[in-house]
């Protein structure tokens, strides 16, 4: 089974404008942490933000926010005011405490922000 | 400073060359990663080392050979590839097991083997 999902290949949002971005997850394990990634075209995978399993508040870091929802086991990462930068990859990825080092990505979203 | 680096960017190679992809952190992170990426796909995992040791090896074949020098290096040594091999090479690091927090990439080697 599929330890991310990620069900839109590809999305497109009018600048200034937000967006989310969905990621459901599949684990047994009471200890994750889940991950939202960035990689423009550049080729650089870039660390946007951190929910811990046993986190009770949403993670946020700027712009970006992670709509957890533990019953529903979605990890939904919404974008505010987007800007052009903004397009690029984005791969969704969790961590379980049993298997430790080993990282899950989504087979990830591509986001094109029209000016 | 979160920072891992890749050296070189860019490697052009032919089938019987020997080349090495070298990675680089000083973040004190105990894990670190090997990536291979296809275009529009995400990261597969090659290997894995925890506190300089090999821990996961994903069935890579032998023409690709990790060495962790150090806590704080990470090569790949590459020999006789194919041209299938030809992609995006990625490392990581972060904190090791027991600590669930995020992994740290590199700007990646963009690999073509001719």
């Known amino acids: 089974a599929q330890k991310i999902t990620q069900t839109q290949p590809g999305m497109f949002v009018q600048e200034k404008e937000a967006v989310t971005l969905d990621c459901t997850y599949d684990?047994?394990?009471?200890?994750?942490?889940l991950f939202w990634y960035k990689q423009p075209s550049s080729g650089e995978m870039i660390f946007l933000i951190y929910q811990g399993s046993y986190d009770q508040q949403n993670a946020t870091e700027g712009r970006y926010s992670l709509n957890f929802q533990k019953a529903r086991k979605s990890a939904n990462l919404v974008i505010s005011a987007s800007q052009l930068g903004d397009s690029a990859m984005y791969f969704c990825a969790m961590r379980e405490g049993r298997t430790g080092n080993q990282f899950y990505f989504g087979t990830g979203t591509s986001l094109t922000v029209i000016p | 400073d979160t920072e891992v680096t890749q050296t070189p960017k860019h490697l052009v190679m032919g089938m019987t060359n020997k080349k090495s992809l070298k990675c680089e952190q000083h973040?004190?992170?105990?894990?670190m990663y090997w990536y291979k990426q296809k275009a529009k796909k995400p990261p597969e995992l090659m290997f894995v080392y925890s506190y300089e040791k090999l821990s996961i090896n994903e069935s890579v074949p032998s023409r690709f050979s990790p060495e962790c020098p150090n806590s704080s290096l990470l090569n790949l040594h590459l020999h006789a590839l194919q041209p299938e091999d030809s992609a995006l090479y990625l490392c990581?690091?972060?904190?090791?097991?027991?600590?669930?927090?995020?992994?740290?990439f590199g700007q990646g080697t963009r690999l073509t083997v001719v």
């Open positions: 990581a690091s972060s904190q090791a097991i027991g600590v669930l927090t995020e992994a740290f």
């Open positions: 973040m004190g992170h105990r894990a």
């Open positions: 684990t047994s394990d009471p200890s994750y942490g």
